[in-house]
């Protein structure tokens, strides 16, 4: 709406003062008139591939302690959009962070036949969905629904926005599914803070609770974005929405799909962004963005001869305006060389580095596990012995043996417990675990559906868990 009465504005103020007022009146109406048509268009492209994300968390478990102790959920709402026919949807990974259940409501069916129209529409199909995987980083997740032939919406390239350019987000705010609203993009690179771990497209398209997830889509139908947050007082829309960039989406939905997680490709650098006052501090250009204020010792930086100080311009010749750029452009790129732009002092110059995968724990314990090897199948995981390789990931180790989770496939219990990929179970029922074929023997001597208690080491700190077994 803003941006149509600012397009009235602007068409009234090109009216003639004296004469042709009226053919300029037509040429005024007939714009509108097109804009008008061309986002119903739009809306009749994207409606059908646009989904509302609905999710259950357990908050809680209450007992009288008279009779069984009652279970307490609470329902949440997002957005998302089927980008595969085979029923891959992307959401953001707050919408199903937790959730016990996840289910996607359908769009509602095409209008029917002339002369059987109703103002009010039956509710799509309702589908149960399964979290394929999320990243907290980017806010992104894949979820997956049976079946195929589903409507799908393509990802444009988001480094081809430009400010002011119209944009349209999709999704149900407040829960009122398949809303649509209009705007302009305010801003294609934005950062909360210095050095966030994610920029955004900003926007004054309204962004409002329940518009999580869902597609920010511009002219030709294409998403450029995925409506992620708003910014305002009172938590509604005040025309500061923000949306993650298609192109970091895309690559994160097709690793997630390939690899269950993201690949980061990293070479050993902690990447500063150069502020005013830094460039002061150092007596620098203020043409200069990415200071190198480390360089990690046997990185692949350091064999390169970067050093802490060097200013980093450009990665394979392109300009890097802040350090999150640098770090986000190197993430794709793994088990490649690039080549940066390099000041240093008066000098000028390019170095070539080989980008590496960032380790991170859980992703570290996935690539050493083998499926067949190591599933605990009553547990819903696969556990690791605590051999010298890996226990030197472990934060904190406390016993010399035991089995780490490496993935984990099993939501949290009714009341809440559940295990993580980099736990250490180290007893089961005060039973000493100490490899894999130990839990499942431990395991087999438990009746289907029951429960066992287990002593758990979580990011260096013991944990007493209630685990339901299958």
Do not use: C
Not at 190 to 217: C, K
Request: hydrophobic share 40%; charged share 20%.
């Amino acid at each position: 709406m803003r941006f149509v009465l600012f397009l009235l504005l602007v068409l009234s103020a090109a009216l003639p003062v004296h004469g042709q007022t009226a053919p300029a009146e037509s040429r005024s109406t007939e714009s509108i008139a097109g804009l008008s048509a061309e986002a119903q268009a739009l809306a009749r492209q994207v409606r059908e591939a646009v989904v509302q994300v609905k999710v259950r968390r357990v908050q809680g478990v209450q007992s009288t302690g008279e009779g069984p102790a009652r279970v307490d959920k609470v329902s949440g709402s997002g957005s998302g959009f089927f980008v595969d026919s085979e029923g891959y949807i992307v959401t953001n990974a707050h919408v199903v962070s937790d959730a016990s259940e996840v289910w996607v409501q359908r769009a509602a069916p095409p209008s029917p036949p002339p002369g059987e129209e109703s103002i009010l529409r039956p509710r799509g199909s309702l589908l149960e969905a399964e979290v394929v995987g999320v990243d907290p980083e980017t806010d992104v997740a894949v979820l997956a629904v049976s079946g195929t032939g589903y409507p799908t919406l393509p990802f444009g390239n988001s480094d081809r926005l430009r400010r002011g350019e119209m944009v349209f987000a999709f999704g149900s705010p407040m829960g009122l599914e398949n809303s649509m609203t209009m705007g302009i993009v305010s801003a294609t690179a934005r950062q909360m803070r210095p050095d966030d771990p994610m920029i955004y497209v900003q926007t004054d398209a309204s962004i409002n609770p329940g518009s999580s997830g869902g597609p920010l889509v511009n002219r030709a139908g294409e998403v450029v974005g995925l409506n992620t947050f708003n910014v305002s007082a009172s938590g509604e829309s005040a025309g500061l929405g923000f949306a993650g960039p298609s192109n970091i989406v895309e690559a994160v939905y097709r690793q997630i799909r390939t690899h269950g997680y993201v690949r980061r490709g990293v070479i050993g650098v902690n990447a500063q962004t150069i502020t005013p006052e830094l460039a002061q501090a150092f007596d620098l250009s203020q043409g200069y963005r990415v200071l190198l204020a480390d360089v990690y010792p046997g990185s692949p930086a350091e064999r390169a001869g970067l050093r802490p100080g060097d200013i980093v311009t450009h990665l394979n010749g392109e300009r890097m305006h802040n350090g999150r750029e640098l770090d986000v452009n190197l993430y794709p790129k793994v088990d490649t060389v690039v080549t940066l732009g390099v000041v240093r002092a008066d000098s000028t110059f390019e170095k070539r580095v080989r980008v590496v995968q960032r380790q991170e724990s859980a992703t570290r314990f996935a690539e050493m596990a083998d499926p067949e090897e190591h599933l605990v199948g009553r547990l819903g995981i696969l556990g690791l012995p605590l051999t010298d390789e890996v226990a030197q990931h472990v934060t904190n180790q406390r016993l010399p043996s035991g089995v780490v989770v490496a993935a984990s496939n099993r939501p949290p219990a009714p009341w809440g417990d559940g295990l993580r990929p980099g736990d250490v179970l180290y007893t089961i029922d005060g039973r000493r675990v100490r490899s894999p074929d130990g839990l499942r023997s431990l395991l087999d001597a438990k009746a289907s559906g029951g429960r066992v208690r287990a002593h758990v080491l979580r990011d260096g700190t013991m944990h007493y868990l209630v685990l339901p077994v299958r």
